[in-house]
Each structure stands twice: as C-alpha cells, then as structure tokens.
C-alpha cells in the first residue's frame, strides 16, 4: 500500500460562513467550487476543486481560539502576487520559517484556518527520483505500542 495523492483537506467554518468561504477560496485564491453529494449537503459547507486536491470547507462552531499549526498549503506560481493580492485585500501575512528551495508565507482565511502559500525556487527533487529513493529504501514500521 502507498498513498497516491492527497484526495481532499478539510478546514471549518462557523455556521452561516459560507460566503465568506467563497470570497477567499472562490473569488481570492480563485478555486473552482464543485457540488457537494446531496447526502452531505445538508450539513452546510461549500467544496473546491483544485488540480490535485478537493478543500471542504466544513461547517462546525468554533469555540474561541484554536492555536493549531493544522493548515492547508497551496503552491503558486507567483508568490508576490499573492502576497500583493492578500495584503490589498487586508488579509494578514506572515512570514514562514526558511524551507531550502521554497519561498512561503502563511495567512488566514476569514475563519482563523492557516492557510501557506509557497513557490518552488528551483525543483531541488523530482518526484519520479524521490519516488525512486522510497523504492530503495521501504519504511521500517514500528510495532503499535
């Protein structure tokens, strides 16, 4: 067994948020939004589509402040524009600690989710040689404690 891809991240928001998640998701960081399952819809939410990932934008009450380092990170392929975007916007940026090859900054939608925004500097690893290098060497599993 090995994980193909990330199908889907989940972040919350308080009942009634969905058109806020719609301006940052939708409008913002411009996700196409796609139907939820009508077995699911009544639980409120909105959903987007991304090349290589679904965000669900799921409704629950928040209960004051959650210090969390839980987030979402999307790759972009200018990330000074998305910084100028998120700044003219009066959403809060702030810097991320230094990654070798990658530029970043973490923001917040407007429900408090952490949200990472990163650009590649150069591709340091390509993915069918890291793929290569997991082959080589399988993960030793430790027993369930």
Not at 43 to 72: D, K, Q, Y
Not at 74 to 87: C, N, P, Q, S, W
Not at 133 to 140: D, F, G, I, K
Request: overall charge negative.
């Amino acid at each position: 067994m090995r994980v193909v891809r990330v199908n889907h991240v989940l972040v919350t928001a308080p009942p009634g948020g969905e058109a806020r998640a719609r301006w940052f998701y939708g409008q913002l960081l411009g996700l196409r939004e796609i139907p939820k399952p009508t077995a699911l819809a009544g639980r409120g939410g909105v959903w987007f589509w991304t090349p290589n990932c679904e965000i669900h934008v799921g409704v629950e009450e928040l209960s004051g402040s959650r210090a969390s380092r839980r987030h979402v990170c999307f790759e972009v392929d200018d990330l000074e524009a998305a910084r100028r975007l998120m700044t003219a916007h009066g959403v809060p940026v702030e810097e991320a600690p230094p990654r070798p090859g990658v530029r970043r900054f973490f923001c917040w939608d407007p429900f408090g989710n952490q949200v990472e925004l990163m650009e590649e500097e150069d591709r340091l690893v390509e993915e069918w040689e890291l793929e290569e290098v997991l082959r080589e060497e399988p993960a030793t599993l430790a027993p369930v404690p």
